[in-house]
């Protein structure tokens, strides 16, 4: 059996690294799945212990609901782009150990918690609560009241 040569050893690497992001891209997609299911069955116990119409702590609950979920999907796509960026360096070796050259590189740039918070992914938390708080403005009109 031969002797794993340094481009083996990347390659392998960037696999695992590669796996690991695409199990911490799929978080992302299922938490956003979990938390539209969630809301439902939050706000239908709310309103079955309540007076079974909206009232604060319906939308107080589908709040905490969403906040929730936006904070694991940051931290799951913070890890996600940390793992990527992982990636490039070994990305780098390997194109430089190319006998004819290679000049595609993806470049992954730095991540930090806020902006693992507020970026284009995040929009489905943004409009879930933008939803609540139309409904919050309906309730407090009188809209809602029945």
Not at 34 to 53: E, M, N, Q, Y
Not at 61 to 78: E, P, Q, R
Request: charged share 15%; proline share 4%; net charge neutral.
């Amino acid at each position: 059996m031969s002797e794993p040569t340094a481009d083996d050893l990347d390659k392998e690497q960037l696999e695992q690294l590669h796996a690991a992001t695409l199990k911490a891209s799929e978080a992302c997609l299922e938490l956003k799945k979990l938390c539209a299911v969630i809301l439902v069955p939050v706000g239908t116990v709310i309103s079955a212990f309540g007076d079974k119409s909206p009232g604060s702590s319906l939308f107080v609950a589908g709040f905490l609901v969403i906040f929730a979920f936006w904070v694991a999907d940051s931290f799951s796509y913070y890890y996600q782009r940390k793992l990527r960026g992982a990636m490039i360096p070994i990305w780098h070796r390997r194109a430089a150990r190319c006998a004819e050259g290679y000049a595609f590189v993806p470049s992954s740039g730095a991540v930090g918690p806020l902006r693992a918070a507020f970026n284009a992914s995040m929009a489905y938390y943004f409009i879930l609560g933008l939803l609540f708080g139309v409904a919050v403005w309906a309730y407090v009109a009188g809209l809602l009241n029945g």
